[in-house]
């Protein structure tokens, strides 16, 4: 019974961290758009984008219940090519964002500690080698992994909502554009970083 229970915490947290992995990227958004357009992105994207998803997966789990997800339910309703083609563009979705996570630690990192080209790409290669041997060991020590940075995870975002609320000292939708005068530029970039944020809901089908 205990480890049925430990295994479902596991399971929720890597849900938490696929289809909401923390605040990473948000950077690029407030300069490009302006912290009022981000506020309001990052608000109304979970319900306009994230939450329609949510419910598909959901629905489509009930009637077509396939391993497979998004590749299954397309080989299901349009045959095989079409099947093919979901899948192959998932992976392809997943090498891609993989190399952007890695690239954000080997940035976040280089900031931390002043590192230069040749030690950011140090850090690049002991993330990758690192998380190859943690998935080469077994899938228990994947769902451990998992959890423990997913439970790291919450607990960081959670002290800097904490601290940013006790030193709350001015009004955080103003401004609300960064160019005022190009308004729908900023609106461009901050949807398309919004949408790469809150990408991921499919990924409950397979869970």
């Keep these: 019974m205990r480890k049925s229970k430990i295994s479902a915490i596991g399971i929720a947290f890597m849900l938490f961290c696929l289809v909401s992995a923390g605040a990473f990227g948000i950077e690029e958004i407030i300069p490009a758009a302006g912290p009022g357009l981000t506020l309001i992105i990052l608000i109304v994207l979970p319900i306009v984008w994230a939450r329609p998803i949510s419910r598909l997966v959901a629905e489509a789990n009930a009637i077509l219940p396939r391993e497979g997800g998004i590749y299954a339910w397309a080989k299901e309703t349009f045959g095989e090519f079409w099947g093919f083609q979901a899948g192959w563009w998932t992976s392809m979705d ?114």
Excluded: H
């Excluded at 964002?97 to 900031?111: E, F, H, L, P, R």
């Excluded at 002290?159 to 939708?173: E, L, S």
């Design 94 to 207: 997943t090498y891609i964002s993989s190399g952007a996570y890695i690239a954000m630690v080997g940035g976040y990192t280089a900031q931390l500690l002043s590192l230069d080209d040749a030690g950011t790409f140090g850090v690049k290669l002991l993330v990758v080698a690192s998380f190859t041997v943690i998935n080469l060991v077994g899938l228990v020590e994947v769902e451990r992994i998992s959890s423990f940075f997913s439970v790291l995870i919450i607990i960081v975002f959670g002290m800097a909502a904490v601290f940013g609320f006790v030193n709350w000292q001015t009004n955080p939708f103003d401004p609300i554009f960064a160019v005022p005068e190009a308004p729908m530029q900023c609106i461009a970039a901050s949807i398309s970083l919004g949408i790469w944020m809150y990408c991921g809901y499919e990924c409950i089908a397979a869970m």
